[in-house]
């Protein structure tokens, strides 16, 4: 019903940057809120980012001041602008995306992208 598909991910050098892009598909009425999560090896997901349909938006501290989250909602996309990256922000990077499949729907449907490695090495 609805896809999530990640893209630009990659290896970048300390303090580098990278922009993540998230596009959703299908058959669905609205999204409402959009996260992007991380999850790096033994380690658990971890939420990064939030954008709510109102535009407001909220970050782990660890990423506060040097990533951005935001949506271009007429073309159902969510970015993350990664800058400064550091070598513990290497991780698999997920979109999530809380979806309202109909108008009479009152609880949204969570859906996962497939991820977008990044890695952050000298």
């Known amino acids: 019903q609805v896809q999530l598909v990640e893209s630009g991910g990659g290896l970048v050098q300390p303090g580098g940057s990278l922009r993540l892009s998230c596009a959703a598909s299908?058959?669905?009425?609205?999204?409402?809120?959009m996260h992007w999560y991380r999850q790096a090896p033994e380690n658990q997901r971890e939420l990064v980012a939030t954008?709510?349909?109102?535009?407001?938006?909220n970050y782990a501290d660890s990423v506060k001041s040097r990533f951005t989250i935001s949506r271009d909602s007429a073309k159902n996309m969510v970015y993350l602008q990664m800058n400064g990256l550091k070598p513990e922000d290497t991780a698999v990077y997920y979109c999530?995306?809380?979806?309202?499949?109909?108008?009479?729907?009152?609880?949204?449907?969570?859906?996962w992208g497939q991820g977008t490695q990044v890695a952050v090495s000298s």
């Open positions: 999530n995306a809380e979806v309202l499949l109909r108008r009479s729907s009152y609880v949204p449907q969570n859906y």
């Open positions: 299908g058959s669905f009425f609205r999204i409402n809120a």
């Open positions: 954008i709510t349909s109102a535009d407001s938006t």
